[in-house]
């Protein structure tokens, strides 16, 4: 089944310990993207990537990482997450090249931060 | 300015009725507009593609009006598996999706 995959689906931390909320695809997607969607705020992109290695700032980038070392994984990473990064957090991607914008999203990951 | 703004509603409708929902855009240049549907914290998923002037999916009808910037969303003959949140989004770039905070439907019996 086609599917974009993310872990875990709820995730409660403390202040500052670091932590990967890991996204994973099977469609052979080259563009993949991060969002995090707070109340009244809809959902705002974090990070992209547009194929292997290659990654960019979204609209809220700041205290996140991402890497994307093989096509079908885009991790998410928060070294020293706060407590205004508790919020829903999606993983999405499309085929991307221009060729078919639709974007499908994994399950959703909500992420607490004490 | 937000590059996509909605109506955060709730709209609140009998089964049957039908219902429209508009979404206004800021980039003149976007040629690409999506609407999603988002149950209670669950992931969007893609309702429609409007690409050119609008898109009929049965019961379900989308439109574009480039003059005024904005995109609709028709729904007929309203279900109660109808209730949820419909974003609206701006594909400008491809790289970039803006999205609009939803629009809530509730679909009373």
């Known amino acids: 089944e086609a599917q974009v995959t993310q872990n875990p689906r709820y995730l409660i931390t403390v202040t500052g310990k670091k932590l990967t909320v890991t996204c994973s695809q099977n469609m052979n997607h080259e563009y993949m993207s991060w969002y995090r969607q707070d109340p009244g705020l809809g959902l705002r992109q974090i990070y992209y990537?547009?194929?292997?290695?290659?990654?960019d700032k979204g609209d809220v980038p700041e205290g996140y990482k991402v890497s994307r070392k093989e096509k079908r994984n885009f991790p998410l990473i928060l070294e020293s997450p706060s407590p205004n990064q508790t919020s829903l957090y999606f993983c999405?991607?499309?085929?991307?090249?221009?060729?078919?914008?639709?974007?499908?999203f994994g399950s959703g990951t909500q992420l607490s931060v004490l | 300015r937000k590059e996509v703004e909605q109506d955060p509603g709730p709209f609140n409708v009998p089964e049957g009725a039908t219902v429209a929902f508009n979404c206004t855009y800021s980039?003149?240049?976007?040629?690409?507009f999506f609407w999603y549907r988002q149950d209670c914290r669950k992931e969007p998923k893609l309702l429609m593609s409007?690409?050119?002037s609008g898109n009929e999916d049965g019961r379900f009808t989308a439109q574009l009006n480039r003059a005024s910037q904005y995109i609709s969303l028709l729904i007929r003959d309203s279900k109660l598996s109808d209730s949820a949140t419909y974003l609206c989004?701006?594909?400008?770039?491809?790289?970039?999706?803006?999205f609009g905070s939803g629009t809530k439907l509730n679909v009373k019996p």
């Open positions: 989004a701006d594909g400008y770039n491809f790289n970039k999706f803006y």
């Open positions: 409007v690409y050119s």
């Open positions: 980039n003149s240049a976007s040629q690409s």
């Open positions: 990537s547009m194929n292997v290695e290659v990654t």
């Open positions: 999405a991607s499309s085929l991307g090249q221009g060729l078919d914008e639709k974007l499908f």
